[in-house]
T-cell receptor
Framework: KAGVTQTPRYLIKTRGQQVTLSCSPI?????VSWYQQTPGQGLQFLFE???????NKGNFPGRFSGRQFSNSRSEMNVSTLELGDSALYLC????????????FGPGTRLTVT | AQTVTQSQPEMSVQEAETVTLSCTYD???????LFWYKQPPSRQMILVIR??????QNATENRFSVNFQKAAKSFSLKISDSQLGDAAMYFC????????????FGAGTRLTVKP
């Protein structure tokens, strides 16, 4: 099976712009989670989608949003970008429940200038 | 709130030697999962080992094993016969099953393996 894929791998945006990141889970996986990784805050949970519904949400402002499609692919959107949004954004998929481990994608490196 | 603490920002080990990475966590839950993930320079997070809190037996995966002390809320990772490919950031993580996929991660330990 192919692993979790994320596109694009690298992205440079300007403050105030918006950005959309994409994640394709492992075939058959129905849960997709998003994480933000920064040197200062480490790995932080953004949100999780399961069967096109947001099931869990971390403590991030409303500028961060996401969605999941019927094929389980997920997108994450950040509006009105700030310098502090520069980070590695990781996507992880799980088969469903009950389950244990998440399988991570390679991440998208977002730089905001 | 559940927190995960990794007290060793950096560790170093000689090739073929053994190293132990520390992790403590804070929770009021009785049922949860614990994980160690490895993140090499390529950035891909890879699951190393997992432990279900209800299991008393420590998990083992080849050269990787854990020392799970539930009462002390401690979950250390032992790497035996260290290899150059083990060099990476190691993250300890915690999750409450079964429907909560909010994984809490520690700050990480950077492991260097010296030839």
């Amino acid at each position: 099976k192919a692993g979790v894929t994320q596109t694009p791998r690298y992205l440079i945006k300007t403050r105030g712009q918006q950005v959309t990141l994409s994640c394709s889970p492992i075939s058959g996986h129905r849960s997709v989670s998003w994480y933000q990784q920064t040197p200062g805050q480490g790995l932080q949970f953004l949100f999780e989608y399961f069967s096109e519904t947001q099931r869990n949400k971390g403590n991030f402002p409303g500028r961060f949003s996401g969605r999941q499609f019927s094929n389980s692919r997920s997108e994450m959107n950040v509006s009105t970008l700030e310098l502090g949004d520069s980070a590695l954004y990781l996507c992880a998929s799980m088969p469903g429940l009950p389950s244990y481990e998440q399988y991570f994608g390679p991440g998208t490196r977002l730089t905001v200038t | 709130a559940q927190t995960v603490t990794q007290s060793q920002p950096e560790m170093s080990v000689q090739e073929a030697e053994t190293v132990t990475l520390s992790c403590t966590y804070d929770t009021s839950e009785s049922d949860y999962y614990l994980f160690w993930y490895k993140q090499p320079p390529s950035r891909q997070m890879i699951l190393v080992i997992r432990q279900e809190a209800y299991k008393q037996q420590n998990a083992t995966e080849n050269r990787f094993s854990v020392n799970f002390q539930k009462a002390a809320k401690s979950f250390s990772l032992k790497i035996s016969d260290s290899q150059l490919g083990d060099a990476a950031m190691y993250f300890c993580a915690y999750r409450i099953p079964p429907y909560n996929n909010d994984m809490r991660f520690g700050a990480g330990t950077r492991l260097t393996v010296k030839p």
